[in-house]
């Protein structure tokens, strides 16, 4: 039974190493923050960066590879020393890599590690990078172009529940639906009858009917209508405390990524506190054309494409242009407030 257990240790701490390299291949800065414990360290003297915390280890991570203009990383593993609950070891990498700044090379390194047995399994407790050779020669390859990703056409069935998948496992509940008839027959459900109701301003609402069925029906009481009959000058406190803090805010998002975030974009920043912890629930309706596979796919959506239509629509309502003022990725909904999203099967809104 020992050598068992020790064999069965040895065998996930080496798929901890190798999910670790798969994340930072697929840019899952959230993914990679989970393999460590909560007070893990990732420290690299040589760039020099250190991260401790999970948190600090995603946005850090994030921040790096918007450097990259491509990076490969191919991991082997090294010796493992387990001790009980404990254990150490180290991980032999080559890696090539051209940053945006025009900085190029290939180097080999080694990862000298620490672990911990937890609850969730294996995880790292610190990763200490060290280079051991460095050749800064310009490379003579280059990454292929990534494939055109459309912004319009709906994603396939299988990047739907890809995208669906990745959200669920990162704390949101989830549901595919057909289409907007549908979407809204189940916000109507899902919203109890008296339910103070905000919704942010969005395409995917408006064509859907659900805008019309809060702000002009009488099941609910809208937030909208209210706030926008009360004076700025002299009520401006309520309508922030209204806006903020409603039983369930309903809304849209620029982006939804198969990793498993959420991407909005916004031009007042009305809806994000509640989004963020204001409101007792928040609802997102979204059509398949906003699924991207990464961040940076998410962020060029909302550059490339959200943008410039809601400019348009921005210019045409009020005379002047939108902007991108206040940008929210989720990637799990808030503690206090429960994130639902109603992913369409077809392109909705933009």
């Known amino acids: ?190 919203i109890p009858e008296g339910a103070g109701v905000f919704t942010g301003a969005s395409e995917t609402l408006r064509l859907a009917g659900i805008d019309e069925d809060v702000n002009a029906g009488i099941r609910y009481r809208a937030v909208k209508p209210r706030v926008t009959a009360m004076d700025r000058a002299t009520e401006g406190d309520g309508i922030r405390r209204a806006v903020a803090t409603p039983d369930v805010v309903l809304g849209s998002v620029a982006a939804v990524t198969e990793t498993g975030s959420l991407v909005v974009a916004s031009g007042t920043g009305s809806q994000l506190p509640a989004y963020t912890g204001g409101a007792g629930r928040a609802i997102w309706v979204v059509g398949a054309q906003k699924v991207v596979p990464d961040l940076p796919t998410a962020l060029r959506r909302v550059e490339e494409h959200a943008l410039p239509l809601e400019s348009a629509r921005a210019e045409a309502a009020y005379g002047c242009p939108s902007a991108v003022s206040q940008l929210l990725v989720l990637n799990a909904p808030a503690r206090m407030t429960p994130g639902t999203v109603l992913l369409l099967r077809e392109a909705v809104g933009y």
């Open 1 to 190: 039974m020992d050598d068992f257990r020790a064999t069965a240790d040895l065998v996930e701490i080496q798929a901890l190493q190798a999910e670790f390299t798969d994340a930072v291949m697929m840019r899952d800065r959230a993914r990679l923050s989970r393999l460590f414990t909560p007070d893990g360290a990732l420290r690299m003297p040589n760039v020099p960066v250190e991260l401790v915390g999970r948190e600090q280890i995603r946005v850090g991570g994030e921040k790096l590879q918007e450097q990259w203009d491509f990076f490969v990383q191919n991991t082997h593993p090294g010796a493992i020393r387990i001790d009980g609950d404990t254990a150490t070891g180290r991980a032999y990498l080559f890696e090539l890599a051209r940053l945006k700044n025009g900085f190029q090379g290939l180097n080999h390194a080694v990862y000298h590690d620490r672990y911990r047995r937890t609850e969730d399994g294996w995880r790292i407790t610190e990763r200490v990078y060290e280079v051991r050779y460095l050749d800064t020669t310009p490379l003579t390859g280059s990454a292929p172009e990534s494939p055109r990703v459309s912004f319009t056409d709906p994603a396939p069935a299988e990047r739907l529940e890809r995208a669906a998948a990745a959200l669920t496992a990162n704390g949101f509940t989830v549901e595919v639906l057909d289409g907007l008839a549908a979407a809204r027959a189940r916000v109507d459900e899902l």
